[in-house]
């Protein structure tokens, strides 16, 4: 856990947020500023910078992380389709420094992106 992270402290219940899903590895709550009609974080708990930092050791996390994406997904009724986005970096137009991923749906979404 990183104190001054936002989302290791969204991650630790220091700041509320909008949860769909929890286990022990990973959270997925609710964008504050969605761009659509269903716009989720899923992010792991363990503090990783970005897509960047990902290491060998990280390949279950990941793996998990797409499924409960694909559960969410399903909750969620997206049957006509989603995006899922992860902004990497000053290029990639990441704004907070925790690996996080976009699930983003409930309308048509335009390609490719600015
Ligand atoms: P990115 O620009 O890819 O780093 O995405 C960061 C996302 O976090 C943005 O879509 C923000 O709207 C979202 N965000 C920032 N603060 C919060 C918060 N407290 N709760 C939920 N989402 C947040
Ligand atoms: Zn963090």
Same mark, same amino acid.
């Given at each position: 856990? $990183?104190?001054? &992270?936002?989302? &290791? ?19 997925? #709550?609710?964008? =504050? ?5 269903? +716009? =989720? %974080? ?10 960047? +930092? ?6 279950? *996390? ?9 559960? %969410?997904?399903?909750?969620?009724? *997206?049957?006509? /389709? #989603?995006?899922?986005?992860? $902004? !990497? @970096?000053?290029? /990639? /137009?990441? !704004?907070?420094? +925790? %690996?996080?991923? +976009? %699930?983003? /749906? @409930?309308? @048509? ?6």
């Amino acid at each position: 856990m $990183n104190k001054d &992270c936002l989302f &290791c402290r969204i991650a630790a219940g220091e700041i509320p947020s909008d949860i769909v899903f929890e286990n022990e590895r990973i959270v997925a #709550f609710r964008d =504050i500023n969605p761009v659509a009609p269903v +716009h =989720i %974080l899923v992010i792991p708990k363990e503090h990783i910078a970005s897509m960047a +930092h990902l290491k060998e050791e990280h390949q279950a *996390l990941m793996g998990e992380i797409m499924t409960s994406i694909q559960k %969410l997904a399903e909750q969620e009724k *997206l049957d006509d /389709g #989603f995006r899922v986005v992860v $902004n !990497t @970096g000053r290029d /990639g /137009g990441q !704004t907070v420094s +925790h %690996l996080h991923f +976009h %699930l983003i /749906g @409930g309308r @048509g979404l335009q390609w490719p992106p600015g």
